[in-house]
């Protein structure tokens, strides 16, 4: 096993993370590094071999790590980066604050950053998949993002440096993003609230909210063409196609695409990362011969397949 440095914060080996993602799967990483505040995160990252990958965690809600683990060094921040502060109308968030709790902080300002209310995971995660919904997106709000190299320095970005698109950003490799500013519209806090309650209730009725998920699986096809002519250019939702190829409520294992959603995929209660995985693929061909719709996954896999 690699010698890594001695930091302040908890440093485990062999760690396994199925109890760190949301669908509550995922084999062993090498590492799990949960540092102590900033100095040590930025110590840690200039000390650590250079032949050691690091993967930076979130609080797991859009992701699948494969049964056979990670062979990297996890890092995944906690306490001392989920500070939210407000100055006018710019908030600014440690990377592991709840997106949840932003929204609400946010509004207690009258800043309007609602449409974070009803996205699962935090800001760290917001920034890096370029989150969205209700029409906006993360890269819509974002004054700069504060990240560690993995040389331990601290660089400030901005949303043009970010390279935005949907669902996906630019971050240097091996950099760990630390800390957010966010810039709202002003809005009345009383009313602000009602919204974001108005939205929870509303993806309660319509998502599998209590179930194991990690969101949705696929991203939308926008702008796929049935017939390839230009002015036949659609946008279709992922949960239809599905639907289409008759895969709401397909199962493997103990993975289902969710009858409530069929962009959902959930862990009934025993599913393995590679039931999971493997049904989404299912659903991936069967989408593919059905419409000719190729699915991209919006759920990140990373690790290995677990070997007997």
Partial sequence: MRTLPAPRGKLSKNRNLNDLTWLRVGGPADFLFQPADLEDLQAFLRELPEDVPIFPMGVGSNLIVRDGGLRAAVIRLGRG??????????????????????????????????????????????????????????????????????????INLSAADLNFRYRQSDLPEGAVLVSAALEGPTGDPAELHARMEAQRKKRDETQPTKDRSAGSTFRNPAGFSSTGRADDVHDLKAWKVIDDAGMRGATKGGAQMSPKHSNFLINTGTATAADLEGLGEEVRKKVYETSGITLEWEIMRVGDPLTE
């Fill in 81 to 154: 980066f989920n500070g939210i502060s407000v100055e006018g109308t710019t908030v600014t968030a440690g990377a592991a604050a709840l997106d949840a709790h932003v929204a609400r902080k946010a509004a207690d300002a009258g800043v309007d950053l609602t449409f974070l209310r009803t996205i699962p995971g935090s800001i760290g995660g917001a920034v890096r998949m370029n989150a969205g919904c209700y029409g906006s997106y993360t890269a819509d709000v974002l004054c700069e993002a504060t990240i560690i190299t993995r040389q331990g320095e601290l």
